[in-house]
């Protein structure tokens, strides 16, 4: 299957500063990466929709002043957590989809990112 | 409003034990079903996609199945290595959900040697 790269695995960073966290798709290109948060034992909620060249698409309730989200080229998106807030601790999650593969409808998703605000 | 249940929240197994999960789900026009095991700390790995009812995939051990309400991930024999939590995903043809995918909560599987 295709790859999707997610960085950092962990990171630790104190209240009131920004985070930023990549995603890439390795071998394929994806015009939509999309963004998701994890509590635990709960199902992945998506974020956004991050589509190359344009602006991100957000789910009710997520704020994108808060949680700014770049999809500069068609391998890499970025999500950056700005002035974070121990509530923003939690499991980030990216999936990519390949728009080659010929039902377009499978995606793939990065290994995630544990994200602890102290 | 589309959406995704599994059962049970939680399995654990003998090795060789088989089994099934169960994945109900309502959505306005299936794209398709989606199965994925997620190990603790890790990102959902793929395993299947099912898109139309009475279609079946295998890989190894698993076993995915589709109906027009649910799916079924069947286990045979499992072993250790098959402890994970499996999550059963949708996606719409219609609606305000179309493109995304819609998961479930996840079945947390336990296989005891």
């Known amino acids: 299957g295709a790859v999707v790269s997610q960085h950092p695995s962990w990171v630790i960073c104190k209240s009131g500063t920004s985070v930023k966290i990549e995603c890439r798709s390795l071998d394929f290109q994806a015009t939509t990466m999309f963004w998701y948060r994890q509590f635990p034992k709960q199902s992945l909620m998506l974020m956004a929709t991050s589509n190359e060249g344009s602006k991100a698409t957000y789910e009710q309730g997520v704020e994108k002043d808060k949680f700014l989200i770049n999809h500069a080229s068609l391998t890499l998106s970025t999500l950056t957590v700005t002035s974070a807030h121990p509530e923003d601790s939690s499991f980030y999650i990216c999936?990519?989809?390949?728009?080659?593969?010929?039902?377009?409808?499978?995606?793939?998703f990065g290994q995630g990112t544990r994200l602890t605000v102290v | 409003e589309d959406q995704v249940t599994q059962s049970p929240e939680a399995l654990r197994l003998q090795e060789g034990e088989s089994s099934s999960l169960n994945c109900s789900y309502t959505?306005?026009?299936?794209?398709?079903l989606f199965w994925y095991r997620q190990d603790p700390g890790k990102g959902p790995e793929f395993l299947f996609t099912l898109y139309s009812a009475g279609e079946e995939k295998e890989k190894e051990r698993l076993k995915a199945t589709l109906t027009k309400k649910e799916s079924f991930l069947h286990i045979t024999a499992p072993k250790p290595e098959d402890s994970a939590t499996y999550l059963c995903a949708v996606q719409a043809l219609y609606g305000g959900s179309q493109g995304n995918l819609i998961f479930g909560k996840g079945t947390k599987l336990s296989v005891k040697p």
């Open positions: 959505v306005s026009g299936l794209r398709g």
């Open positions: 999936s990519a989809r390949d728009f080659l593969t010929v039902t377009n409808t499978e995606a793939f």
